[in-house]
């Protein structure tokens, strides 16, 4: 018989572990969190040293997952990720060797510095859940996320993303620098040697599957779905967007928008956990026109002009 499970105190207590590491940025925990109940992957773009690898350390021992990490370097193969298939000459027998995608958590560094080769590799993993080698099929541990990150500044010897696997990801966030008063904070915890090792697990990766499942049941009204609706064709109308948001993108914003709820304590949906979301969920999807680019310079502002010219539904 499993366990009765209470969503808010399990989520708060899983975000309180993360943060006894990641100071000052619950707002990206609490989006890092939203994604894992959707069963969604993210792209953290942002520069190095904010704290990218101990947030996916802390999250995976707070939650009593394996951690994995894959350094994306050209020479990365997509065997290192997907495993592969040894022979034994004597025997002749099989054997398959795990790749690095075999884990809970998988933080996948400077992701833009593999080659497109192993970057498909991995978008493939994400997509299917699953890997195929030799025909046969070898399923991953659930839960299963992936946590990408990029530098945005430097570009020499990256490989650009290209937008189809762009739309793989759920959401693509950004940590930030530190507050002043955050950063003495980390100055206080770094000389304490306090870092994701030495945190205990909170909660069970069979907890995440159960909260993934309540998310799944968080209300949603019509009213709240065809304000998605409006803007993901919003951004296929706009004239200073060249690619709109897909289907896909409607769904990811619809399934994270159920996670988000439960996540901050409610069982149904309200538009502002839409319009919270949709600069992470959208904006990554969107191609705009040099028009676009002149006006509004980035992507999550495209967004907000969307956001602030789409009707907000009243019930």
Do not use: W
């Not at 975000?15 to 989006?31: F, Q, T």
């Not at 997952?65 to 495993?83: A, E, S």
């Not at 995608?101 to 997509?127: G, H, T, V, Y």
């Amino acid at each position: 018989m499993e366990r009765p499970i209470s969503p808010n105190k399990t989520i708060s207590a899983l975000m309180d572990n993360v943060e006894n590491v990641i100071v000052g940025k619950r707002n990206a925990i609490g989006l890092v969190v939203t994604a894992m109940l959707t069963g969604g992957h993210i792209l953290i773009e942002d520069v190095p040293g904010v704290g990218k690898t101990q947030l996916v350390s802390a999250l995976a021992r707070s939650c009593d997952g394996i951690f994995g990490r894959l350094q994306m370097t050209p020479d990365v193969m997509p065997t290192d990720i997907t495993g592969f298939t040894l022979i034994d000459p004597t025997t002749h027998s099989r054997e398959f060797r795990k790749g690095a995608a075999f884990c809970n958590f998988l933080l996948a560094d400077e992701i833009n510095r593999a080659s497109p080769k192993s970057q498909s590799a991995l978008l493939e993993i994400m997509e299917e859940g699953q890997v195929s080698i030799d025909g046969e099929t070898y399923t991953l541990p659930q839960p299963f996320m992936v946590l990408a990150t990029q530098n945005p500044v430097e570009t020499y010897g990256t490989y650009h993303l290209p937008e189809a696997q762009m739309d793989r990801f759920l959401m693509k966030i950004s940590m930030g620098y530190p507050s002043a008063r955050d950063e003495k904070e980390i100055l206080e915890k770094n000389e304490q040697r306090r870092s994701a090792k030495a945190l205990s697990p909170v909660v069970s990766c069979e907890d995440v599957t159960a909260l993934a499942s309540l998310a799944n049941e968080v209300r949603c009204t019509d009213s709240i779905k065809e304000y998605i609706i409006a803007l993901a064709d919003a951004t296929r109308k706009a004239d200073f967007i060249r690619l709109g948001v897909s289907p896909r993108g409607s769904i990811a914003l619809y399934r994270a928008s159920k996670a988000f709820a439960l996540v901050q304590g409610r069982d149904y949906v309200i538009p502002d956990d839409v319009k919270v979301l949709a600069p992470f969920v959208l904006a990554h999807r969107l191609i705009l026109t040099p028009k676009g680019r002149s006006a509004y310079g980035s992507s999550e502002d495209a967004v907000a002009q969307i956001l602030n010219t789409v009707a907000v539904p009243v019930k």
